[in-house]
């Protein structure tokens, strides 16, 4: 069963752990947590634990003129963890948590409900630099022993900008969402190859179970070598696919100007020229990478949109920024699938090429377990409508327009035997921990071989270039791929061992805890996303402005 409905009913036997100031009485129910939790408006309840980093109040960026808290790590490692300690327990079953979040370098963000206890459930999302001021979806990444989520006493953020690394990080509105009961997986397909027609298709019409997938085309490319054309995307429609949008040449739109607004724009007028009006509302960003021009573009063209990793995420308190996982392997694969069985909430799943035989067999494996997972009522397939639905539906919430009880799922109704789960799904949480690590250490998963090339240019003579040269840069790009996955293996295997920079896991003698940060939670430490080198530019962003 979900994690939600599963973990912690209250008749859990203690672990002995249990401070004096334990905290009684009856727990804040799901239904009363959607919408804001915590404004900070007031920073009194907030503290920096062990002196992690520091928290101090800033006005300079909150976008309605009121207070944010400003998040800045210790000098040493380059850690911050702040945490509030409450005041009545909450039942954050059915539920999940994000902020509204701003960063002036990429950093992962890690959200942590604690028990009593010490044990917990976290929440992570990769924030990055050249994003605006946004509310976040973070999706569950961890669960740390056997937390009771009617008992949840203390709310931690964490985040880590890499050894040695000045960085700062703005947040407000904490705030619950929704979370479906039955985990959902969505199944896309990236980049609009062939493959997707000649070998994805069959392998989902082969199966018992309805497996709705999407497919996400760059609209300039349809017809040309080695892509879908016109009458296979429409065979794919008429198979119940959604045809929906990669920009227009499967680059990625992390710039401004009219070239992004093009390339962001023009997919919508061809996917419905073309009779895919449905899927014309849905975009996949190409390189999981917005930048603050295209997402407002993006904004204003689709309805939803994916970028970023994540998995098991609730209902999207942002619909632009959907996670997704692209080219799992097989291991992975599955692994995600008994994840999102045993966890509950929205997981994306996407491939781009499957030109190799180990692609196919990891796609057959996959659909294998999802038919096996969906008989048994432990897992169901979605769609980007689907994800689309639930974000109307936590806007009507906040607007008025609907109770959150008839949205928020009643846990104990929904709640599977705990025995019965068990036998079903038994996920790897190493796995899924090693499918995020590659994420946050900067390997771009969702990069098809032309978009390795690099960013768009805005200049005509270039875009012709960039054009005239596209066969050899994806030759290039394609080895360029597989050295940086040789690299990241290496990296992986190095990392397995805790580091010495590890913070201390003693307590101070109140808190009766043992919430981890570790190097584990790091960005790109040793030059990808996270390093210096990459740091945007923070002026008009209102960064240096910043005077807590």
């Known amino acids: 069963m979900p994690v939600s409905n599963r973990l912690g009913t209250g008749d859990d036997e203690s672990d002995g752990s249990e401070t004096d100031d334990e905290i009684e009485g009856d727990p804040r129910p799901p239904s009363e947590l959607i919408g804001t939790f915590d404004d900070f408006e007031s920073l009194e309840p907030w503290r920096a634990y062990q002196d992690i980093g520091s928290i101090s109040s800033t006005t300079e960026y909150a976008p309605d003129g009121g207070q944010a808290a400003l998040l800045e790590p210790r000098e040493d490692d380059g850690q911050v963890r702040v945490r509030r300690e409450l005041d009545e327990p ?93 985990g959902t997986v969505c199944l896309q397909f990236h980049g609009g190859y062939e493959s997707h027609y000649s070998d994805a298709l069959e392998i989902l019409e082969d199966a018992d179970t309805d497996v709705p997938a ?24 008429s198979a119940g696919w959604t045809v929906g949008s990669y920009g227009a040449r499967g680059t990625p739109i992390n710039g401004s100007g009219e070239v992004m607004e093009s390339n962001v724009a023009s997919p919508v007028d061809w996917l419905t020229g073309h009779g895919f009006d449905d899927g014309a ?76 035989d180990e692609d196919r067999e990891t796609l057959e494996e996959l659909v294998s377990r999802l038919e096996e997972l969906a008989a048994a009522d432990l897992l169901r397939v979605g769609t980007p409508e689907d994800l689309l639905d639930a974000a109307n539906e936590l806007e009507a919430i906040g607007s008025g327009d609907e109770d959150s009880d008839d949205v928020v799922d009643d846990p104990d109704e929904q709640a599977l035997e ?78 397995e061992s805790e580091p010495e920079s590890a913070v201390d896991q003693s307590t101070d003698g109140d808190d009766g805890d043992s919430l981890e940060v570790t190097e584990d939670d790091g960005i790109g430490t040793s030059g990808g996303t996270g390093s210096s080198e990459n740091t945007s530019e923070t002026a008009g962003r209102g960064w240096e402005e910043i005077d807590p």
């Not at 689709?302 to 942002?318: E, I, M, R, T």
């Not at 805005?458 to 080895?479: H, P």
């Open 90 to 182: 909450i039942d954050v079953r059915a539920v999940a948590p994000g902020i509204t979040v701003a960063a002036d370098r990429d950093a992962r963000v890690r959200l942590q409900l604690q028990d009593s206890s010490g044990h917990y459930v976290e929440f992570s999302r990769q924030v990055r630099s050249e994003m605006p001021f946004v509310s976040d979806n973070f999706g569950l990444s961890r669960v740390s022993g056997e937390p009771d989520l009617t008992d949840v006493v203390t709310v931690q953020i964490v985040s880590w900008f890499g050894e040695n690394a000045d960085g700062r990080l703005v947040i407000d509105d904490l705030y619950f969402v929704p979370t479906v009961g039955t």
């Open 214 to 237: 999407t497919a996400f085309v760059p609209t300039d490319r349809i017809a040309s070598e080695d892509r879908l054309t016109i009458d296979q995307l429409e065979t794919l429609s």
């Open 281 to 356: 509302r849905f975009l996949a960003v190409p390189g999981s990478q917005y930048s603050e021009a295209s997402y407002e573009a993006v904004q204003t063209h689709y309805d939803l949109a994916f970028s970023g990793w994540g998995l098991s995420q609730g209902y999207p308190s942002d619909p632009h920024r959907c996670a997704v996982i692209v080219d799992p392997d097989r291991e992975q694969a599955v692994e995600l699938l008994e994840w999102t069985a045993a966890r509950g909430g929205f997981t994306s799943i996407a491939f781009t090429t499957l030109d190799s």
């Open 418 to 495: 705990d025995e019965e789960t068990a036998e079903a799904v038994d996920p790897d949480e190493e796995v899924i921990e090693e499918v995020e690590q590659n994420e946050f250490e900067g390997v771009d998963e969702d990069s098809e071989t032309d978009e390795r090339s690099g960013s768009e240019s805005e200049s005509e003579s270039e875009s012709e270039s960039e054009s005239e040269s596209e066969s050899e840069s994806e030759s290039e790009s394609e080895s360029e791929s597989e050295s940086e996955s040789e690299s990241e293996s290496e990296s992986e295997s190095e990392s």
